[in-house]
């Protein structure tokens, strides 16, 4: 049985979103063998659904963000914007693990009735896919216009591109890869680790390990940026300090990094954290399949990947790579100094190559 309930409020500190929920209470086997008796997904739907069901969007949200793209997205979603939703039915669904109304660590265990919190089972991107399609089979859709996303969201279009290679005809992956690097997984377990030494990691309760994930969250910042970004924006010290004597001085980039901490904290537990960094160490679009070629090979969607220059944790050598192995794909490196955060802050660029891309096919017309 499926069913869907519309628009709770949630709350997390002072972050409060609005969404819808959808059900799956049938048996649902994750690629780790784990079977859950079931599970609810948060995500908001945005436009209308045209006559000839041809002018879905489905956006795809990256590590800590949530189901309302026109939130961290603004330059690309909304009205007058890449991603209009007077042209388009704009569906993004907040991914299994986050905090944000989908299946969580903080959710209840059917089988202790107690929250899952350390116990909880890791969804793969591409468990993460799976559990979408019902969803998508109870909003009637059989194809999607186009499909975009960055970073971890990048991987699980990939993951349903290959899955359904019929379902989209456009996709965007951004800033992304068909398989988690060792490097990405080294900054991902290196983060995992300031959470686990916090003292209060092992404690059940929503707050536990949320000073460690302070620090892993300013860890990752510098993966997300870039020497260059640091340098123009965080160079010299506050300008409360400047009085006090050289050892006792604040460095921008140093209050900066715990303002990235402490501003997380306020929005995200440590278990969403800590459990989706462990999904995104698993994917790999080639395990299960002949090879990351073949896997590749199998995407039928006209592709235009983009690359960020400046990104280091998923640089643009990722993104050539995937675009090489799907058949007839494009690839265009958008030349940033913000580092990987560029797939979110480049938007101006990325809507104009996304246009270039579509306007060099023929479109479906949206009614």
Same mark, same amino acid.
């Given at each position: 049985?499926?069913?869907?309930?519309?628009?709770? %409020?949630?709350?997390?500190?002072?972050?409060? &979103?609005?969404? =819808?929920?959808?059900?799956?209470?049938?048996?649902?086997?994750?690629?780790?063998?784990?079977?859950? @008796?079931?599970?609810?997904?948060?995500?908001?739907?945005?436009?209308?659904?045209?006559?000839?069901?041809?002018?879905?969007?489905?956006?795809?949200?990256a &590590?800590?963000?949530?189901?309302? @793209?026109?939130?961290?997205?603004?330059?690309?979603?909304?009205r007058?914007?890449?991603? =209009? @939703?007077?042209?388009?039915?704009?569906?993004?669904?907040?991914?299994?693990?986050s905090?944000?109304?989908?299946? #969580?660590?903080?959710d209840?265990?059917?089988?202790?009735?107690?929250?899952?919190?350390?116990?909880?089972?890791?969804?793969?991107?591409?468990?993460?896919?799976?559990?979408?399609?019902?969803?998508?089979?109870?909003?009637?859709?059989?194809?999607?216009?186009?499909?975009?996303?960055?970073?971890?969201?990048?991987?699980?279009?990939?993951?349903?591109?290959?899955?359904?290679?019929?379902?989209?005809?456009?996709?965007?992956?951004?800033?992304?890869?068909?398989?988690?690097?060792?490097?990405?997984?080294?900054?991902?377990a290196?983060?995992?680790?300031?959470?686990?030494?916090?003292?209060?990691?092992?404690?059940?309760?929503?707050?536990?390990? &949320?000073?460690?994930?302070?620090?892993?969250?300013?860890?990752?910042?510098?993966?997300?940026?870039?020497?260059?970004?640091?340098?123009?924006?965080?160079?010299?010290?506050? #300008?409360?300090?400047? +009085?006090?004597?050289?050892?006792?001085?604040?460095?921008?980039?140093?209050?900066?990094?715990?303002?990235?901490?402490?501003?997380?904290?306020?929005?995200?537990?440590?278990?969403?954290?800590?459990? &989706? +960094?462990? #999904?995104?160490?698993?994917?790999?679009?080639?395990?299960?399949?002949?090879?990351?070629?073949?896997?590749?090979?199998?995407?039928?969607?006209?592709?235009? %990947?983009?690359?960020?220059?400046?990104?280091?944790?998923?640089?643009?050598?990722?993104q050539?790579?995937?675009?090489?192995?799907?058949?007839?794909?494009?690839?265009?490196t958008?030349?940033?100094?913000?580092?990987?955060?560029?797939?979110?802050?480049?938007?101006?660029?990325?809507?104009?190559?996304?246009?270039?891309?579509? =306007?060099?096919? #023929?479109l479906?017309? %949206? =009614?």
């Amino acid at each position: 049985m499926l069913f869907r309930k519309s628009r709770p %409020v949630f709350k997390i500190s002072e972050f409060i &979103l609005s969404y =819808n929920i959808f059900t799956y209470n049938r048996p649902f086997t994750l690629e780790s063998g784990k079977t859950l @008796p079931g599970y609810q997904l948060a995500y908001t739907c945005s436009g209308t659904l045209n006559s000839s069901k041809s002018n879905v969007v489905w956006v795809f949200h990256a &590590l800590t963000a949530n189901s309302d @793209p026109a939130e961290w997205w603004p330059g690309l979603v909304g009205r007058d914007k890449l991603i =209009n @939703p007077d042209k388009y039915f704009i569906i993004c669904v907040n991914m299994p693990g986050s905090c944000y109304g989908s299946i #969580s660590p903080l959710d209840t265990n059917q089988d202790t009735g107690k929250p899952y919190y350390h116990d909880f089972p890791v969804f793969t991107t591409r468990d993460m896919i799976r559990a979408y399609q019902p969803l998508k089979n109870e909003l009637g859709i059989n194809k999607i216009y186009l499909g975009i996303g960055g970073s971890m969201g990048g991987q699980q279009l990939l993951e349903w591109a290959i899955e359904e290679p019929e379902l989209f005809e456009y996709i965007v992956p951004i800033a992304t890869n068909a398989v988690h690097s060792p490097w990405g997984i080294a900054f991902n377990a290196s983060q995992r680790w300031c959470i686990e030494n916090d003292n209060s990691w092992k404690k059940k309760q929503p707050a536990a390990g &949320l000073e460690g994930m302070k620090i892993a969250r300013s860890f990752a910042l510098i993966s997300y940026r870039h020497y260059h970004s640091y340098q123009d924006a965080q160079w010299g010290v506050t #300008s409360e300090s400047v +009085s006090l004597l050289l050892d006792q001085q604040k460095f921008k980039a140093e209050t900066y990094q715990h303002y990235q901490g402490e501003k997380l904290a306020r929005r995200f537990n440590a278990f969403s954290y800590y459990f &989706l +960094s462990l #999904s995104m160490d698993r994917h790999d679009t080639s395990r299960g399949r002949d090879s990351l070629y073949e896997a590749l090979q199998q995407i039928k969607a006209k592709a235009m %990947v983009i690359s960020i220059s400046s990104d280091l944790l998923f640089p643009p050598h990722e993104q050539e790579l995937i675009a090489r192995f799907i058949p007839a794909a494009q690839h265009i490196t958008i030349d940033s100094q913000y580092g990987h955060d560029g797939f979110l802050l480049e938007f101006e660029s990325i809507e104009r190559t996304v246009k270039i891309f579509l =306007n060099q096919h #023929s479109l479906v017309a %949206v =009614n």
